[in-house]
């Protein structure tokens, strides 16, 4: 079955963007984008809430035929648009970029598309991923730690009533001074159970 990933870059302090969706502190260089481009490249789709898949489609779908992009960001504009996209949100009934709209998230639904043929599914933000985690539907966590602190913003861990037990898997820092902190779910305790 596939596995649901939540990854995030947060700063120190644990925000995943600053205030007005600023993330220019996020220290993506080649070689974090190359790693990032090879775990991504082998996923089975990403999951997305509306406003995080709009600022993806703004920008992606041309990226690679733009001059200053770098050759990693050129290669994941292609992952990008080639990649399955489950874009949940109560407003939009059609996107583009190979897109399926859902409007909620129903545990049994999700369940059918973890059980699909394929490579895991990805997600990043908050709010699609506080939704997820408070129904016990992420598999594993791969927080990149930028190394600064922005004092403010939103959280990814942001649900005051979910809890998790995680065991960590993988841990890997980066030249430009990001780490990578992976953990899988061990019991993570669903709505229905709760």
Known sequence: MRKIILQNA???????????????????DEELHQHMNDELSAMGGFIAGRVTHELMAEYWPAAD?????SPAEAVFARIWRGMPKYVFSRTLTEAPWNTTVIADVVPEHIGELKAQAGGDLVMSG????????????ID??????????????????????????LHLVENRSFGNGVVLLRYEALNVPSAASA
Do not use: C, K
Request: no cysteine; charged share 25%.
């Open 10 to 28: 947060v700063s120190l302090d644990g925000f995943f963007e600053g205030p007005g969706r600023d993330i220019s502190w996020h220290r993506v």
């Open 65 to 69: 035929r733009n001059p200053e992009s």
């Open 126 to 137: 908050a709010d699609l991923a506080g939704t997820f985690m408070r129904h016990g539907l």
């Open 140 to 165: 594993e966590f791969r927080i990149y730690v930028q190394p600064v602190v922005i004092g403010q913003g939103p959280r990814v861990f942001q649900s005051p009533d979910f809890t998790a037990d």
